[in-house]
């Protein structure tokens, strides 16, 4: 797994980072973690928190980096969110969830944005 995911993922994370910086973001956070949930890249997009879901594929016959950013991972996307929110303390945010999908396989890699990629399936109070 190391050779092919957790590097490539790590390699794409980085990508991204420097890639939402050069676009304006404001990292806050990287990798924040909690019980069953991470947030790859936690941002300031103007007055916007930012979550970011960041999906690199070293291979594209496995399909687009946006293909895997299912339901389930979306789910626990939102419930980290939540979480990251209620540990700062933070109320009354405008937040947003983007993902950014890195191909590898394509020299210089390409990255692409999608911002406000969903929206939460409940509401949040």
């Known amino acids: ?9 790590d390699r794409g994370e980085n ?5 939402l ?5 404001k990292i806050v956070e990287r990798n924040w973690r909690c019980k069953g949930g991470e947030i790859d890249i936690i941002a300031i997009d103007g007055k916007t928190l930012v979550f970011v879901e960041v999906k ?16 389930r991972k979306v789910a626990r996307i ?3 969110a939540r ?3 209620a540990s700062k303390k933070l109320e009354d945010v ?3 969830f983007d993902v950014v ?24 109070g």
């Open 101 to 124: 999908g890195v191909a590898l396989d394509s020299v210089p890699p390409r990255l692409e944005l999608i911002r406000d990629a969903f929206r939460p399936a409940s509401a949040w």
């Open 21 to 25: 910086e050069k676009n304006g973001f």
């Open 1 to 9: 797994m190391k050779a092919g995911g957790k590097t490539s993922g």
């Open 15 to 19: 990508l991204a980072a420097g890639f």
């Open 56 to 71: 690199a594929r070293g291979d594209s016959s496995l399909g687009t980096p946006f293909e895997a950013v299912n339901f």
């Open 78 to 80: 939102e419930h980290a």
């Open 94 to 96: 405008c937040i947003r």
């Open 83 to 85: 979480l990251f929110l």
